[in-house]
């Protein structure tokens, strides 16, 4: 990368600097108008000193807290673990362990919901690495 493109990038980078401080300007004023008293816009600065991530982690914090009782699971969530736990196996593993070790880390869900939905869903899913080694066994797939 030459001195040329570099320059750019810091100019780009500048820019978006500027505008993320603009939005956050009209978003602090319209926070003033919406909440409007004293005692909250000290709330809400003792919030912002926080970091970044301390929001997510308070954010965070506040949904697990909701305690919802659904069972449902995000199809990305268990497949990324499905795909870490091939990885870490270096070895194929049947649809019966994969479902004991998700069962051991808390996941609540059905063997056939498992082998007939979720692990049909990842072989056919190119972004996945996880493919069926033969009948009833699941291996991590390197690409390569």
Known sequence: MDEQEKNQIYQQMNMILNEIQQLMTFYES???????TQSDRKSSDSFETKSLYGREVENQKYLSS???NST???YQCIALKITSLLKESGRPLSTKEIYQELYKEGYVLKHSNLSNNILRKMNLDVKINVERAYR???QYHLSG
């Open 66 to 68: 909701k305690g919802t």
């Open 30 to 36: 319209w926070k003033v108008k919406l909440f409007g």
């Open 136 to 138: 009833g066994y699941w």
């Open 72 to 74: 449902r699971y995000d």
